[in-house]
């Protein structure tokens, strides 16, 4: 079989589990073919899901414990690879693994920047004898750039068409959105955090009603959006930066959360549930109009795409843009991710350098990445192609 064959491994800011995909891969000169075999969520043991929340976020974390824990993540992720695999036995089948890890802690902004993902690369190997490549932001933080989103590489090989302007908005903890111009090349591709989405609602439903979210939307969609809320929530200085940017549960977590429900009897909830399904759609119509004014094809990613008050408020919010399925496109949105981060491993390996300075501002072309060897073989197929511009 020709081509490599791929896992990738990644775990969002819900915590409740490992996307794992399993995939084929063929390289046609800047575009490449993706076949998905499989893909499959592994939940993470209530434990450690416990654990992870604890450690989300700023604040103070025990060392043992967070070295022990990143150990034991990347077990477990050694674990859904053997799953998304089909057995153990068949990891050698793979070629290599790609794995982006558990976002704790995103601080590009800190005096010395650094993004911190555990489940250790090297476990990972160990656990399934392949090569893992894992750590994809921190040599776009060195190079002086916001080392997030990442996944535009990946969005522009498999995704892009060169008879319509299209786009990509992922709804997860933050929203993130990916342009993808018809003309221009890599060089024309743009992507940042536009703003919160399932993160601030997900904390509320946890806090308030103990359950891990809002499904389908259904409270928000029984709430009217606050106006007054609405327009203190917007004052955020987030919203008023210029990309390249990124963000996460730093700045739009718990505390966030609290000053959304500050002074509101619970029976307003839905309000501000509806609430914040609007500020989702309202900087992310933001995000939009600062790349075009003009109609172009817009696919939903990620856990809130199921979330209607979500969905329907960037309808409104974004009137000339045609939402499509992302399996339209040939993609599947809930392998979307672990998808990417097998993508990414792949054009490490064959030696693919991106200049990422209109994405995430960093000045460098290192390879994004390291390489924990395991113990089937691998090639490094250097030299480089050409640098992408």
Not at 98 to 107: A, D, E, K, V
Not at 158 to 180: F, H, I, M, P, Q
Not at 200 to 210: A, N, P, T, V, Y
Not at 358 to 381: D, F, I, M, N
Request: glycine share 12%; net charge positive.
């Amino acid at each position: 079989m020709s081509g490599m064959r791929l896992i990738g491994l990644v775990s969002g800011t819900s915590m409740d589990g490992i996307d794992a995909a399993a995939i084929h891969v063929r390289a046609r000169g800047e575009k490449l073919a993706v076949a998905l075999e499989n893909f499959r969520t592994v939940p993470y043991p209530e434990g450690v899901a416990r654990a992870l929340r604890r450690h989300h976020g700023p604040g103070k974390s025990d060392r043992d414990e967070l070295a022990a824990l990143s150990i034991e993540v990347g077990r477990l992720f050694g674990r859904a690879a053997a799953r998304v695999a089909g057995g153990a036995a068949r990891l050698q089948e793979y070629d290599a693994i790609g794995s982006h890890g558990q976002t704790l802690l995103h601080r590009p902004g800190a005096k010395h920047p650094f993004s911190l993902q555990i489940g250790d690369g090297v476990t990972i190997a160990g656990r399934t004898g392949l090569p893992v490549v894992y750590d994809f932001r921190s040599a776009d933080i060195a190079g002086g750039g916001e080392g997030a989103p990442v996944l535009p590489i990946a969005d522009y090989l498999l995704l892009r068409s060169g008879r319509r302007d299209r786009a990509v908005l992922n709804l997860g903890g933050v929203a993130n959105l990916t342009w993808l111009p018809r003309a221009g090349g890599w060089g024309g591709v743009r992507s940042f955090d536009t703003g919160p989405a399932n993160a601030l609602m997900d904390r509320i439903m946890q806090s308030r009603f103990g359950k891990p979210y809002d499904k389908d939307g259904g409270l928000a969609l029984s709430g009217s959006v606050d106006d007054a809320l609405l327009a203190r929530l917007m004052r955020h200085p987030y919203f008023r930066r210029k990309p390249p940017k990124s963000t996460g549960f730093e700045e739009f977590g718990d505390a966030f959360a609290r000053d959304a429900l500050r002074g509101l009897r619970r029976n307003r909830i839905p309000d501000v549930l509806a609430t914040l399904a609007a500020l989702t759609a309202r900087t992310a119509a933001a995000g939009f109009s600062s790349l075009t004014s003009t109609p172009f094809d817009l696919a939903l990613a990620g856990g809130g795409a199921a979330n209607g008050a979500i969905t329907r408020a960037l309808e409104q919010a974004i009137p000339y843009a045609r939402f499509v399925p992302l399996a339209e496109w040939g993609q599947d949105p809930a392998a979307r991710e672990a998808i990417g981060f097998a993508v990414l491993a792949h054009e490490f390996l064959r030696g693919r350098r991106y200049v990422m300075k209109h994405v995430t501002g960093s000045k460098s072309v290192a390879p994004l990445g390291v390489l924990a060897p395991g113990e089937k073989p691998y090639t490094l197929r250097f030299p480089l192609d050409r640098n992408l511009p």
